[in-house]
């Protein structure tokens, strides 16, 4: 009998062939179609042969069957088997076990060779953030205050100098307005008390002057009746002289007189005696009239020059008495134009002092109003680069905050981001700087827009403490291009993006992996 079933092929894939059904026949030799015995159905298909027999299983039946034409053999056998049965073996044989069978160990043997051979990425896994090489410049307020206008949004683009919130500015303001009017007044008393101090310097100047010009004319009347004294000295010295020759005159006129008379007495007898001319007589009495009336004269002139004398003498202790007053009023007049000076100079000074109190005054207002001006600046805040509004963590308008809250962040302008990643302890020995990193990103899913490769450039060189991830390394990632590619499209990075490095840190195989379990229950103690 020819085989009903063909062998598996050497593909596990390929169908298995078609079992014969009941109604199918073999074709001998002589073209004659029978009928498999039941026998030989069951070793086929598996099973057990009915045991209930007939009139035909008797041998002679037997033997009439194999002598029997083909039509009849099909047609007793087909009537031996119950309906039922006769469905089960239609039914073909099932290949599932050795499908199943020859599946599996294609599965170990291509498992084996995927874990012998192959290698996987054995990475340690940091979560970060973006941010800007350098880190970002965070704006925070200095005061506290009610924030009244917020002038940019989060990602927009801005220049330094740009303003970005406004603070309440209403009490810095009038602080403003009254600093500025107190150090107007303060000004205004300046310039006055500077005023003050010029026409006091300038009158304590005239009167000294006024003195000097007063004392000067004391000095000029006090010489001036120094020479009146000194022309009455010789006024009088000349007076005198002119009364001791006056007074010589006089003694020798009466000592002519005496003469003349003396020479009267002897010529009256020589007269009346007639011894002599009348006329000697006349000529020594006219002598003596002329003697007498010179003594006259002498006298009335010496009288005169006494008188002058005394005259002079009296206008000379007026001029005395005038330059001792003169000289008296010039030393008063000197110690006047002192005094003068000196209180215009106590006066200078006190002013002086007082303008430095308020020079101190303007000084310290103007500080103030520095000061407030600085605070009314700073409830403007500022963006101090150009760059990008990267963060803006701001309450609603009319909230408090608090000084040294940040606001804003803003990513510098053309500065290259980096990630500032958390490694765990755990996963940091093996870590070192110019490892390659795979980064993905979380606003990203990189199934639809890759990853960004990168490196490690800096680990820290100790841990710090993280809420959530205990004792971890700060990382930073270099990143080799600062955007993804989707649909033909660069989309950018921005800082502050979320992201989580994947550090490769080294290649093992798949089965050392496999492995390191039961390696780790050896290396407890633990024997398999």
Same mark, same amino acid.
């Given at each position: 009998m020819e085989k009903l079933i063909e062998p598996l092929s050497g593909s596990r894939f390929s169908k298995p062939p078609a079992a014969p059904s009941a109604q199918s026949r073999d074709i001998n030799g002589e073209g004659i179609l029978r009928t498999p015995s039941p026998t030989e159905l069951t070793s086929i298909y598996g099973g057990v042969a009915n045991p209930t027999r007939t009139d035909t299983d008797t041998p002679e039946s037997a033997q009439d069957a194999r002598t029997s034409p083909p039509s009849q053999t099909i047609s007793s056998t087909s009537t031996n088997w119950s309906p039922s049965l006769q469905t089960m073996l239609e039914q073909p044989p099932s290949s599932l076990p050795r499908q199943l069978l020859l599946g599996g160990l294609v599965f170990c043997m291509a498992f084996g060779a995927w874990a012998t051979f192959g290698q996987i990425d054995e990475v340690g896994h940091a979560q970060g953030r973006l941010v800007p090489k350098g880190e970002v410049y965070k704006i925070h307020p200095i005061d506290s205050g009610k924030i009244a206008s917020i002038q940019v949004k989060e990602g927009q683009a801005v220049k330094a100098g740009q303003t970005l919130i406004e603070l309440d500015t209403e009490m810095a303001e009038a602080e403003v307005e009254r600093l500025e009017q107190l150090l107007s007044s303060e000004k205004i008393q300046l310039s006055q008390m500077q005023a003050l101090i010029e026409r006091t310097r300038?009158?304590?100047?005239? &009167? /000294?002057?006024?003195?000097?010009?007063?004392?000067?004319?004391?000095?000029?009347?006090?010489? *001036?009746?120094?020479? +009146?004294?000194?022309? @009455?000295?010789?006024?009088?010295?000349?007076?005198?002289?002119?009364?001791?020759?006056?007074? +010589?005159?006089?003694?020798?006129?009466?000592?002519?007189?005496?003469?003349?008379?003396?020479?009267?007495?002897?010529?009256?007898?020589?007269? =009346?005696?007639?011894?002599?001319?009348?006329?000697?007589?006349?000529?020594?009495?006219?002598?003596?009239? =002329? &003697?007498?009336? !010179?003594?006259? #004269? %002498?006298? /009335?002139?010496?009288?005169?020059?006494?008188?002058? !004398? =005394?005259?002079? #003498?009296?206008?000379?202790?007026?001029?005395?008495?005038? %330059?001792?007053?003169? @000289?008296?009023?010039?030393?008063?007049? *000197?110690?006047? /134009?002192? %005094?003068?000076?000196?209180?215009?100079? *106590?006066?200078?000074?006190?002013l002086e002092v007082e303008m430095n109190q308020l020079k101190a005054k303007v000084a310290e207002t103007q500080n103030l109003l520095t000061s407030a001006k600085a605070k009314l600046k700073q409830r403007f805040l500022y963006a101090p680069v150009d760059g990008t509004i990267s963060s803006l963590n701001i309450p609603n308008i009319g909230e408090v905050i608090q000084p040294g809250q940040t606001l804003a962040e803003i990513a510098p302008q053309d500065v290259p981001l980096v990630l500032s990643a958390s490694l765990p302890n755990q996963e940091a020995g093996f870590v070192k700087t110019g490892m390659p990193v795979q980064v993905k990103l979380d606003a990203y899913p990189y199934q639809d827009y890759g990853i960004v490769s990168g490196k490690v450039t800096s680990i820290s060189p100790d841990t710090k403490p993280d809420e959530r991830l205990g004792a971890v390394y700060r990382v930073e990632v270099s990143l080799a291009q600062s955007y993804l590619t989707a649909n033909h499209q660069n989309i950018n990075l921005k800082a502050g993006e979320t992201a989580t490095a994947e550090i490769i840190i080294r290649r093992r195989r798949i089965a050392d992996l496999l492995l390191d379990p039961i390696r780790q229950l050896q290396n407890g103690g633990i024997n398999l």
């Open positions: 300038e009158e304590g100047h005239i &009167r /000294g002057e006024i003195a000097i010009a007063d004392a000067q004319a004391q000095m000029a009347a006090i010489a *001036q009746a120094k020479a +009146k004294a000194e022309a @009455q000295n010789m006024a009088i010295a000349q007076a005198k002289a002119n009364t001791a020759t006056n007074q +010589k005159l006089l003694t020798q006129l009466h000592t002519d007189e005496m003469a003349y008379k003396a020479r009267m007495d002897r010529l009256k007898p020589l007269v =009346d005696a007639g011894a002599i001319a009348t006329e000697q007589m006349f000529a020594a009495e006219q002598s003596l009239r =002329d &003697r007498q009336r !010179s003594i006259t #004269q %002498s006298q /009335g002139e010496l009288q005169q020059a006494l008188t002058e !004398s =005394d005259r002079l #003498q009296a206008e000379l202790q007026q001029a005395q008495r005038e %330059s001792d007053r003169l @000289q008296a009023g010039l030393l008063q007049k *000197q110690a006047e /134009g002192r %005094s003068t000076q000196l209180e215009a100079q *106590q006066k200078v000074q006190q």
